[in-house]
């Protein structure tokens, strides 16, 4: 398992602490949820006091909450950044489905995608640690449909296909794989996934004429 780096280490130590803590706690609910974390859980995790936590988180929520906009930033490091390096067009929709499979491939996160399981474990309970999830959620759909418009605007993509439906299943196969990599043990959905993305992608290509 990798060991996420929120920020640069160049920062006051108070603010070292914390991020010091949201790694530890982003990578615990990955496995055991967001509900399961709690502050004296946390606390005994890292042989620190109750009240030295409380002091950079007031409330479960809040820890919570920062356990999100943590695994944010780690997701627009591992996946978002480096997918946008390549060009507009079909190959930046590649980098991203190809960033995010590696990125709950490599675990990462030792509970896979940490935004697969917050989803299932919030997806009914209503308030704002759900709302935070969610947006993250349509953000990361968004970025796609959005590659997708771009391939077409570029010629690569079939202008008759609906980006938004593209992004859908493409979002489908990955989650599926992080699904059958955890609960199933199978360690060969991530290349499965891999090759029904290329396949999707390949068959909405715009033919190149010689």
């Known amino acids: 398992m990798m060991t996420p780096v929120i920020a640069e280490t160049a920062a006051p130590k108070g603010e070292r602490t914390r991020r010091a803590i949201l790694e530890t706690a982003v990578d615990m609910a990955s496995a055991e949820g967001l509900e399961g974390l709690t502050i004296g859980r946390l606390a005994s995790g890292l042989e620190m006091s ?3 936590l409380f002091a950079h988180f007031g409330s479960k929520e ?7 906009e943590a695994a944010r930033e780690i997701f627009l490091s591992e996946v978002i950044r480096p997918a946008l390096r390549a060009p507009r067009g079909i190959a930046r929709l590649r980098a991203l489905c190809e960033q995010w499979i590696s990125y709950a491939e490599r675990k990462v996160f030792r509970g896979g995608c940490f935004f697969d399981a917050a989803a299932a474990e919030f997806d009914s309970r209503p308030g704002e640690v ?10 990361w759909l968004a970025m796609l449909e959005s590659a ?7 010629g690569e993509l079939d202008p008759e296909i609906d980006p938004s439906q593209v992004a859908y299943e493409l979002n489908a196969l990955v989650t ?12 060969a959905a991530w290349n499965r996934a891999r090759s029904a993305a290329r396949r999707l992608i390949d068959s909405l290509a715009v033919a190149r004429q010689s």
């Open 50 to 52: 109750k009240s030295g």
């Open 62 to 68: 809040e820890l919570q909450l920062a356990c999100v």
């Open 176 to 187: 599926a794989a992080n699904r059958s990599s955890q609960l199933l043990e199978d360690e």
């Open 130 to 139: 759900r709302d935070r999830v969610a947006a993250t959620w349509r953000d």
């Open 148 to 154: 997708a418009r771009k391939a077409q605007e570029v």
